[in-house]
């Protein structure tokens, strides 16, 4: 059974860059042609998608915060990363990482549990 | 891209049927049968209820069905029970090959 799992600073100051990873278990993150994919919610919120990494390292952003997203995979690790330059108290929300459950599908059906991050100083 | 547009709340009564709508564009629900719902308890991740527009996941109950027509895609819950009251939140590829959520509707069981 394939289970993701966030993890990273619960408390980031303004200004600097906010770093999670995912890890998967279960399974190669390597193994299957699989997007890997990083969602948030700021607290009392919607959903809003940030973005995907293949395992290849090719890779697609929200428009609205690609100039301070960056996103890697390390097969060695069995993980994949997200990194949020320059944040705000308006990047404080909780964030998944979640995946379909194969390339050609638009839709998650693997979530991890989440994680927390405040962004204050 | 803009978030899709739904209902902030509906309720019903335990045995009713409730329908949530979520309003998009040619871009995203109207242009794709790719429109997803999903179901969030508080403190919980989201758990996909329905994909492509119709489909349901193993597991999910047969009471909860999707549509679409035009920009509108919709999620209706049937013989309404107690858990599910929850936050629903649908979701669609966009034509930017990225997905895009709607803010969530609140369901009250009364």
């Known amino acids: 059974q394939v289970q993701l799992q966030e993890s990273g600073p619960g408390l980031v100051k303004p200004s600097q860059t906010l770093s999670l990873t995912c890890s998967v278990s279960g399974a190669s993150i390597s193994s299957g042609s699989y997007y890997w994919n990083w969602i948030r919610q700021p607290a009392g919120k919607g959903l809003e998608w940030i973005g995907r990494i293949y395992t290849s390292g090719s890779s697609n952003y929200n428009p609205s915060l690609k100039s301070r997203v960056t996103m890697s995979v390390d097969t060695s690790k069995n993980q994949f990363s997200l990194k949020l330059s320059s944040v705000t108290a308006a990047d404080t929300a909780v964030y998944y990482c979640?995946?379909?459950?194969?390339?050609?599908?638009?839709?998650?059906?693997?979530w991890g549990r989440g994680t927390l991050v405040t962004v204050s100083s | 891209q803009s978030a899709l547009t739904q209902p902030a709340s509906v309720s019903g009564s335990p045995g009713q049927s409730i329908t949530i709508s979520c309003t998009g564009t040619?871009?995203?629900?109207?242009?794709?049968?790719?429109v997803s719902w999903y179901q969030q308890h508080p403190g919980k991740a989201p758990k996909l209820m329905i994909y492509?527009?119709?489909k349901r996941p193993s597991g999910v109950s047969y009471r909860f069905s999707g549509s679409k027509s035009g920009n509108l895609a919709s999620l209706t819950i049937s013989g309404l029970q107690a858990e599910d009251e929850a936050d629903y939140y649908c979701?669609?590829?966009?034509?930017?090959?990225?997905?895009?959520f709607g803010g969530g509707t609140r369901l009250a069981v009364l």
């Open positions: 979640a995946r379909p459950p194969r390339s050609l599908a638009w839709y998650f059906d693997l």
């Open positions: 979701s669609s590829y966009t034509s930017s090959s990225t997905w895009v």
């Open positions: 492509d527009v119709n």
């Open positions: 040619s871009s995203d629900v109207g242009g794709y049968n790719y």
